[in-house]
């Protein structure tokens, strides 16, 4: 398992099941750049949700009437919406503080605060970085992929999840801003010290790309940022030859970034239908993609949300072999509403189905070949079988 200081669960994460840049949290950024021009508006009153037996107008009435008495009361807004969202029995339900939804936001525009590292945990329970950000914090303290990181501001980190180590390498428990300072405990080789550095305000890097000896281009999407598809059209314009579509881990993100993915490889056409409310709406692709080029798109059990839906489309419509494992199965919508505090309660309003009307949610994707360590040399062999465009 592995993460990155950008990519790390809400501190609700338990109670919402609701992670940083997935689906669940994109309807009000999709709505503000036009992918979901109507459910912003209140389009979901009145209608009942495909979501649960209330309707979703009501159930964020509810919500907010209770963080409301809460208010009135001296008490904890944010605990009573908490608790509203758990009677409601949504899985997928949250509430978010009003710094911890500007860090959404924000890490949906493609920023973040953080050191610029990456790390995963190995089979012995050590905590190994993978990656340093090019111009960050670790950058410049001179941390490097391969060293053990042992410990954050004095505490062991051997053996914790990795979400667990990256809430804390940015701070999260004490809404952490840019500038303040975290203490790491490094070692390389038998070398081992400390260094301290200050969070900053940080671009991502969520689209990368490398080219394997043969000519394949491996495109790698962490997760659907602001300007996400707009990379991946010009990495595949730039393709010799066959791409490998790297979504294992992408936890979701902007949905008109997903669809514009979809359009680097679609000459038009579905890409998913979705129901707010009981309302059908659909998404499509533009015209003009390359549907040429060899493709295979790579997925597991960390692969959600919008990362699926663009799975789907691509499966669906004969356009790429998904080669990997299963993926997460998380295929519901949710709408926003602020509370009287200004903090955040999200809510089902309705689930997405691919192109043939395959649901996601709870499901996932079963892909065409099943693969595990080994799925990216399959992926170039696959490739190989599929030949170059002519």
């Known amino acids: 398992m592995s993460g990155r200081d950008l990519f790390c669960q809400p501190r609700r994460f338990g109670r919402g099941a609701a992670l940083t840049l997935v689906f669940a949290g994109v309807l009000v950024a999709g709505a503000a750049t036009g992918s979901f021009p109507d459910t912003a508006q209140g389009g979901h009153s ?9 309707r979703s107008a009501s159930r964020h009435e509810d919500v907010r009437e209770a963080a409301a008495r809460a208010m009135a009361d001296g008490k904890s807004p944010m605990e009573a919406a908490e608790r509203a969202v758990s009677r409601s029995g949504d899985r997928w339900g949250a509430v978010y503080s009003e710094d911890e939804y500007q860090e959404f936001q924000e890490a949906l525009d493609g920023q973040y605060t953080g050191v610029g590292l990456w790390a995963r945990r190995e089979a012995d329970g050590r905590i190994e970085v993978t990656r340093v950000q090019s111009g960050s914090p670790a950058a410049d303290a001179g941390i490097r992929a391969g060293d053990r990181l042992r410990s954050v501001d004095g505490g062991a980190v051997d053996g914790r999840p990795v979400t667990e180590v990256v809430s804390l390498l940015r701070g999260d428990a004490d809404d952490a801003r840019a500038g303040t300072a975290v203490t790491l405990g490094l070692q390389r080789g038998t070398r081992a010290w400390t260094e301290t550095l200050r969070r900053a305000r940080l671009s991502t890097d969520s689209v990368t790309t490398r080219k394997l000896p043969g000519g394949v281009t ?12 707009g990379a991946v059209r010009a990495a595949v314009r730039q393709a010799p030859a066959g791409v490998v579509l ?9 949905v008109t970034e997903a669809v514009d993915t979809a359009s680097a490889f679609l000459d038009g056409g579905l890409v998913a239908t979705y129901d707010v409310d009981g309302a059908q709406r659909a998404l499509h692709a533009r015209t003009g993609g390359d549907t040429a080029r060899p493709l295979v798109a790579l997925v597991d059990g960390g692969t959600m949300s919008a990362a699926e839906m663009l799975t789907g489309a691509l499966q669906d419509r004969g356009r790429a072999v998904v080669i990997g494992s299963r993926t997460f199965g998380k295929g519901s919508i949710q709408m926003p509403t602020r509370l009287p505090d200004g903090s955040v309660a999200e809510l089902t309003v309705g689930h997405y189905r691919t192109p043939s009307g395959h649901a996601v949610d709870g499901r996932g994707i079963t892909p065409d070949l099943d693969a595990g360590p080994g799925a990216l040399r399959r992926a170039e062999t696959v490739l190989t079988g599929l030949g170059d465009p002519s």
């Open 218 to 229: 491996v495109i790698r999407i962490a997760a659907f940022t602001k300007g996400s598809g």
């Open 246 to 254: 790297d979504l294992r881990g992408n936890s979701g993100g902007l």
């Open 46 to 54: 009145g209608r009942k949700a495909a979501s649960g037996p209330a």
